[in-house]
């Protein structure tokens, strides 16, 4: 499209130049521009898009959006124009969110082509968003995915960057979903992606709140919890029907909010959900395992059998069940989905001939690795072995928290590195053990990871279970002087494979 036609969006006025300026791709990165580049000037955490003005000019950027509510001592209208250089200046009163406008505009509409289900919540998003568009695969709904591990645009994966992307990276996957022939798009919305309008535009099918702990309170995410909650429940500003875990806290505060602007059902094991799960039980096969449980739902009655282990995974079974019955899904499709969906680096398991189970898991906080423990406890033959560091340049409560519940619930525990960034490895597990001391918790330290792994897989008998915690899907590990691949799923296999081969 050109120029006159984006001035037709309400809010958004021509400032230099012509109607006719060709516009194909909308960019808030001024290194990604090229001639037809429209760049979108947006404020971020540490810089503003203002700055890179120039940048944009330089690699050929046909037109920039700037917004009126900029710095106007130190961007001024003058300095921007200079900076311009060629460019056409389109002015708006918000370029964040006219970064999604526009682009929904440049790329031709394609929400409109996708039936849309959207998750939100501290834990679960990942899961359900692979459990979701396993069902919708085994109905035949080609569908797109974007969140935390990878996104699929018409079947390609493609490296996630940040769980929501910003909308012009969002619409600019959609029409390739779309021109694919995806149908339908299931997406994890982050508290982020919702405060600062990466996801503006957007009309979902179907959304979802699933839980809310206390996570991202920090300077540069949510300045509190309310702050968090806010923010996650504005997911039901423009959803046709919204659903909510009616097993938290937060159900009737989230329903009071949601139920003035969209239709509403609970799903869980509460009595008085709509969608609702009984008779859970806990099964193993090998190295897998996972439940049983019945449905009870509008659309749905019977079995249903989940290959991921624990009472949380029954109710991000039931988020997606109730997701897929607002979307028209067959109960067969359902049924087959569910059996054959596994989600990389939640509670995967790890192939072996040891007879012992090992799982590989993001819990990376303490909630979510007592979470996890609690889980394994419940089918654990043996001993729990739990393998886990913490993240450099992150919190460091988070380290003593994770230290204390590893020191009460695991047998044994293995300290060693996770991303330790820029600080001390060793550092970082000094603080880890701080915290699992007082426990009386048996544990060792090794702070190679790989070797930490290696041993754990070595030591362990049959029926013993090898929790390998805190970095999931990644396939890196961050030093302060580099960054080196690493697998945990691949350095358990390969363990796993030595200690056979040994015959120990």
């Given at each position: 499209?050109?120029?006159?036609?984006?001035?037709?969006?309400?809010?958004?006025?021509?400032?230099?130049?012509?109607?006719?300026?060709?516009?194909?791709?909308?960019?808030?990165?001024?290194?990604?521009?090229?001639?037809?580049?429209?760049?979108?000037?947006?404020?971020?955490?540490?810089?503003?898009?203002?700055?890179?003005?120039?940048?944009?000019?330089?690699?050929?950027?046909?037109?920039?959006?700037?917004?009126?509510?900029?710095?106007?001592?130190?961007?001024?209208?003058?300095?921007?124009?200079?900076?311009?250089?060629?460019?056409?200046?389109?002015?708006?009163?918000?370029s964040?969110?006219?970064?999604?406008?526009?682009?929904?505009?440049?790329?031709?509409?394609?929400?409109?082509?996708?039936?849309?289900?959207?998750?939100?919540?501290?834990k679960?998003?990942?899961?359900?968003?692979?459990?979701?568009?396993?069902?919708?695969?085994?109905?035949?709904?080609?569908?797109?995915?974007?969140?935390?591990?990878?996104?699929?645009?018409?079947?390609?994966?493609?490296?996630?960057?940040?769980?929501?992307?910003?909308?012009?990276?969002?619409?600019?996957?959609?029409?390739?979903?779309?021109?694919?022939?995806?149908?339908?798009?299931?997406?994890?919305?982050?508290?982020?992606?919702?405060?600062?309008?990466?996801?503006?535009?957007?009309?979902?099918?179907?959304?979802?709140?699933?839980?809310l702990?206390?996570?991202?309170?920090?300077?540069?995410?949510?300045?509190d919890?309310?702050?968090?909650?806010?923010?996650?429940?504005?997911?039901?500003?423009?959803?046709?029907?919204?659903?909510?875990?009616?097993?938290?806290?937060?159900?009737?505060?989230?329903?009071?909010?949601?139920?003035?602007?969209?239709?509403?059902?609970?799903?869980?094991?509460?009595?008085?959900?709509?969608?609702?799960?009984?008779?859970?039980?806990?099964?193993?096969?090998?190295?897998?395992?996972?439940?049983?449980?019945?449905?009870?739902?509008?659309?749905?009655?019977?079995?249903?059998?989940?290959?991921?282990?624990?009472?949380?995974?029954?109710?991000?079974a039931?988020?997606?069940?109730?997701?897929?019955?607002?979307?028209?899904?067959?109960?067969?499709?359902?049924?087959?989905?569910?059996?054959?969906?596994?989600?990389?680096?939640?509670?995967?398991?790890?192939?072996?001939?040891?007879?012992?189970?090992?799982i590989?898991?993001?819990?990376?906080?303490?909630?979510?690795?007592?979470?996890?423990?609690?889980?394994?406890?419940?089918?654990?033959?043996?001993?729990?072995?739990?393998?886990?560091?913490?993240?450099g340049?992150?919190?460091?409560?988070?380290?003593?928290?994770?230290?204390e519940?590893?020191?009460?619930?695991?047998?044994?525990?293995?300290?060693?590195?996770?991303?330790?960034?820029?600080?001390?490895?060793?550092?970082?597990?000094?603080?880890?053990?701080?915290?699992?001391?007082?426990?009386?918790?048996?544990?060792?330290?090794?702070?190679?990871?790989a070797?930490?792994?290696?041993?754990?897989?070595?030591?362990?008998e049959?029926?013993?279970?090898?929790?390998?915690?805190?970095?999931?899907?990644?396939?890196?590990?961050?030093?302060?002087?580099?960054?080196?691949?690493?697998?945990?799923?691949?350095?358990?296999?390969?363990?796993?494979?030595?200690?056979?081969?040994?015959?120990?």
């Amino acid at each position: 499209m050109n120029t006159g036609e984006l001035a037709k969006i309400e809010g958004i006025r021509i400032v230099r130049g012509g109607p006719d300026v060709y516009i194909d791709s909308v960019e808030f990165d001024s290194r990604k521009c090229r001639k037809g580049s429209l760049f979108v000037a947006i404020k971020g955490f540490n810089s503003d898009g203002h700055e890179y003005i120039a940048a944009a000019a330089a690699k050929g950027a046909s037109a920039v959006l700037i917004d009126s509510a900029r710095d106007l001592e130190k961007y001024s209208l003058d300095k921007i124009l200079e900076k311009a250089q060629d460019m056409a200046v389109i002015e708006t009163a918000d370029s964040r969110k006219a970064l999604g406008i526009v682009s929904q505009a440049v790329y031709g509409h394609p929400e409109e082509r996708l039936d849309i289900a959207g998750i939100t919540g501290t834990k679960g998003k990942t899961t359900i968003t692979f459990m979701l568009r396993s069902i919708l695969e085994a109905a035949s709904v080609p569908s797109g995915l974007i969140g935390t591990v990878v996104n699929i645009a018409g079947g390609k994966r493609i490296k996630a960057e940040h769980t929501t992307p910003e909308s012009s990276d969002l619409y600019k996957m959609m029409k390739d979903m779309a021109d694919s022939g995806d149908k339908a798009l299931v997406m994890e919305v982050s508290s982020q992606g919702l405060k600062y309008d990466r996801s503006y535009g957007l009309r979902y099918k179907v959304a979802a709140f699933t839980n809310l702990y206390e996570d991202h309170i920090a300077p540069n995410e949510h300045p509190d919890m309310d702050d968090y909650f806010r923010s996650k429940l504005k997911i039901f500003d423009n959803c046709a029907t919204g659903l909510i875990n009616a097993d938290i806290p937060y159900k009737d505060e989230a329903a009071e909010y949601a139920k003035a602007r969209c239709d509403v059902l609970f799903y869980g094991t509460a009595p008085d959900a709509d969608i609702r799960a009984y008779d859970i039980r806990h099964y193993s096969e090998g190295y897998e395992s996972g439940s049983f449980f019945e449905l009870e739902s509008p659309w749905y009655k019977g079995q249903i059998r989940i290959a991921l282990p624990g009472r949380f995974n029954v109710s991000n079974a039931l988020c997606a069940i109730s997701c897929a019955g607002v979307m028209g899904i067959p109960f067969d499709a359902v049924r087959k989905g569910l059996e054959n969906a596994h989600v990389p680096g939640r509670m995967q398991p790890v192939p072996n001939d040891l007879g012992i189970s090992v799982i590989v898991d993001y819990a990376h906080n303490a909630a979510a690795l007592e979470n996890v423990l609690s889980t394994v406890r419940e089918y654990a033959g043996k001993r729990i072995i739990c393998v886990f560091g913490c993240g450099g340049d992150r919190s460091r409560t988070r380290r003593f928290e994770m230290g204390e519940v590893s020191g009460n619930m695991a047998d044994l525990t293995v300290i060693t590195s996770d991303n330790p960034r820029t600080e001390d490895p060793m550092a970082i597990i000094g603080d880890i053990v701080t915290g699992i001391k007082p426990t009386a918790g048996v544990f060792e330290i090794e702070a190679d990871r790989a070797l930490a792994i290696r041993h754990a897989i070595s030591i362990a008998e049959p029926g013993d279970v090898v929790l390998i915690a805190g970095k999931g899907h990644e396939d890196y590990q961050i030093f302060a002087d580099r960054t080196i691949h690493f697998d945990d799923v691949e350095v358990a296999m390969e363990a796993a494979g030595a200690v056979k081969e040994s015959g120990q």
